[in-house]
C-alpha cells in the first residue's frame, strides 16, 4: 500500500527555518517524481518544489533560493528545507506522487500526503 506521510511543520517567526519530511511506503521514492504542494487559507493548491527521479529540481519563483528539496533513497524520505520564511509562506504542505511516466510539470499527481502545517507569524 502506497502510503506519504508528511511531518516537521509548526510556527515559525519570520525569517525562521523549518524541515518539512516526507516518509514513503510503499513504492521506491527514487522510480518516481514527486512534488510539494501547499495549500494556504482560502487559497488552492500551488505547486511549490518538485524532484524527479534522476534527481533535477524545479522550484516557483517565489521559493527558489530559500526552499531546497531533497530525498534520502536509502530512508526512502522526500524533504524540503525552508529558510527565511514569510508570512506568506503560510499553509498546509503536503508531499505528492506523479504518476509514473509523467513529467513534473503535468501535475498528474496519483498519491498524496495528510499534509503538515506551516505558519509563519511573528
Known amino acids: 500500500e502506497v502510503q506519504l506521510v508528511e511531518s516537521g511543520g509548526g510556527l515559525v517567526q519570520p525569517g525562521g527555518s523549518l524541515r518539512l519530511s516526507c516518509a514513503a511506503s510503499?513504492?521506491?521514492?527514487?522510480?518516481?517524481?514527486m512534488s510539494w504542494v501547499r495549500q494556504a487559507p482560502g487559497m488552492g493548491r500551488e505547486w511549490i518544489s518538485g524532484?524527479?527521479?534522476?534527481?533535477?529540481?524545479t522550484y516557483k519563483y517565489s521559493v527558489q533560493g530559500r526552499f531546497t528539496i531533497f530525498r534520502d533513497n536509502a530512508k526512502n524520505m522526500l524533504y524540503l528545507s525552508m529558510n527565511d520564511l514569510k508570512p506568506e509562506d503560510t499553509a498546509d504542505y503536503y508531499c505528492?506522487?506523479?504518476?509514473?511516466?509523467?513529467?513534473?510539470?503535468?501535475?498528474?499527481?496519483?498519491?498524496w500526503g495528510q499534509g503538515t502545517q506551516v505558519t509563519v507569524s511573528s
Open positions: 505528492a506522487r506523479l504518476k509514473a511516466d509523467y513529467p513534473q510539470s503535468s501535475r498528474q499527481y496519483d498519491y
Open positions: 510503499g513504492f521506491a521514492l527514487s522510480n518516481y517524481a
Open positions: 524532484i524527479d527521479s534522476a534527481g533535477t529540481a
